[in-house]
């Protein structure tokens, strides 16, 4: 009976052992039972097979989610795309099939990331055309900052940059392959700078220079004193003549400051134009000469543009060549010298009295030496000149003369004066006095004096 036991103890453990040893044969090769690898049970699996399911699983399970500027959300399913992944499943530690019921008490779990992927490029393409990338035209485009046009009262801004919705095309889809390639589920093209954007900011340094350069020009404002009216000029007229050179230096259209001084000078101006005068005699005449204000348009281009440049502000009479007595009124005051030729007479009038007349000999008129007529200004005077024509020399000791070699002076070869002497034996243009009234005269005249001669 003993016997018996035993050789049924021994065949039981033989069987046993048999079909253990069958059990590990199955299991050779084989992932162990309980295996978990990626979040799935790969009991069994054998693991030539490994690389091929854990490719599918991939292809099942990735997605990634491709946010734009406006929050509108792409999914990009692995299956979309055919995604295909490459493991390195010998990184998965080989299990010994002998000791395999450690293995289901003791299951194994294990994560590994693909090596490389691989896709079908013309589908994501197609994905990112068609689904991500906005339709053509349909964008707003990016706008460089930039100087704006004059705002009066203001000046010159700067307006802010444009960034827009335009995204980069070759940008989007570099990013959205690589996310696919490392195996990311969520990117943000915004934050990933994958949308153009302007060039110029708002707090570009040569656009902001540009702009202090400019708006330190406009703050100058010139006011014209005209007496009797005031012109204003500020950067809401000469805005347009600023210039910015390459070196960011402004300066000004040359051309256009002297348009404006010969606008200005075109309505101010009163030399040359006809002025109404009062005669000794009551009688109103209209008279016309260079005596007046007269602006110098070369002088005054000058200064204007130095002032604006220096950013001042100011109040001046313009630079003028000549100037009148005063600007309200009667420009040549209440103190000049009139001569009325008809009657040969010379006036010298003193704070709108007369104070001095003497008989005079003019311009010989029938030899058309006439000395003429208008508004002039004594010029200066001087002693003992010799004056000089084309056939004469006369030595006079009272000179004061007015317009163009025309005068005031004695005339000691000249027995008589007044009358009609002049129309037959007249000057050659000058106004000739006897020597004492010359001298009288001469002591009360000054350069720049009104002298308003008439028939």
């Not at 070759?170 to 060039?199: F, M, N, P, R, W």
């Not at 100058?220 to 000469?238: C, M, P």
């Not at 402004?250 to 101006?269: A, I, N, P």
């Not at 009295?353 to 029938?366: A, E, K, L, R, Y």
Request: net charge negative; with cysteine.
């Amino acid at each position: 009976m003993k016997s018996k036991g035993i050789a049924i103890i021994l065949g039981v453990t033989a069987g046993l052992t048999a079909g253990y040893l069958a059990s590990t044969a199955f299991m050779m090769n084989k992932m162990m039972p309980g295996t978990i690898i990626n979040g799935a049970d790969f009991s069994m699996i054998p693991r030539e097979e490994l690389n091929q399911r854990l490719s599918a699983l991939e292809q099942e399970n990735y997605s990634l989610t491709v946010r734009d500027i406006h929050g509108n959300d792409t999914v990009i399913n692995g299956t979309d795309i055919d995604l295909s992944a490459d493991y390195q499943t010998s990184d998965i530690r080989v299990q010994n099939p002998l000791i395999y019921p450690y293995y289901m008490l003791n299951p194994g779990t294990y994560f590994i990331a693909p090596a490389s992927v691989s896709y079908d490029e013309d589908k994501l393409m197609d994905i990112i055309n068609n689904t991500i990338l906005p339709q053509a035209g349909s964008t707003v485009v990016p706008e460089d900052a930039y100087l704006t046009n004059y705002i009066p009262g203001v000046g010159y801004a700067i307006a802010e940059e444009v960034d827009g919705d335009t995204p980069d095309a070759g940008k989007v889809s570099q990013v959205i392959k690589d996310a696919i390639s490392e195996g990311t589920h969520y990117i943000d093209l915004t934050s990933s700078d994958c949308y153009l954007k302007a060039s110029v900011r708002r707090d570009d340094t040569s656009l902001n220079s540009e702009a202090v350069s400019l708006n330190d020009a406009l703050s100058a404002s010139i006011t014209y004193d005209f007496g009797n009216q005031k012109i204003t000029l500020n950067s809401d007229t000469y805005y347009p003549w600023l210039i910015t050179e390459e070196d960011g230096t402004v300066t000004l259209d040359k051309k256009s400051v002297e348009e404006y001084v010969s606008r200005l000078k075109s309505s101010t101006d009163t030399a040359y134009t006809t002025r109404s005068f009062k005669t000794v005699s009551g009688r109103m005449i209209n008279v016309k000469g260079p005596y007046g204000y007269n602006i110098s348009k070369k002088k005054e281009a000058e200064q204007l543009e130095a002032d604006i440049l220096s950013g001042t502000t100011v109040e001046r009479e313009p630079v003028y060549t000549t100037t009148g007595k005063e600007r309200s009124a009667q420009e040549y005051g209440t103190t000049y010298i009139e001569v009325d030729m008809s009657n040969q007479t010379v006036y010298f009038v003193q704070d709108g009295q007369v104070v001095f007349t003497s008989d005079c000999v003019t311009g010989n008129t029938s030899l058309g030496r006439g000395t003429p007529t208008g508004l002039f200004s004594i010029m200066y005077k001087a002693k003992n000149v010799v004056l000089r024509g084309a056939n004469y020399a006369s030595p006079v000791t009272y000179w004061m003369p007015f317009y163009n070699g025309c005068g005031f002076h004695d005339a000691s070869w000249r027995g008589s004066f007044g009358g009609n002497i002049y129309r037959y034996s007249g000057s050659h243009g000058c106004v000739n006095m006897p020597i004492p009234k010359a001298k009288e005269l001469y002591g009360l005249v000054e350069a720049g004096m009104p002298v308003i001669i008439y028939y």
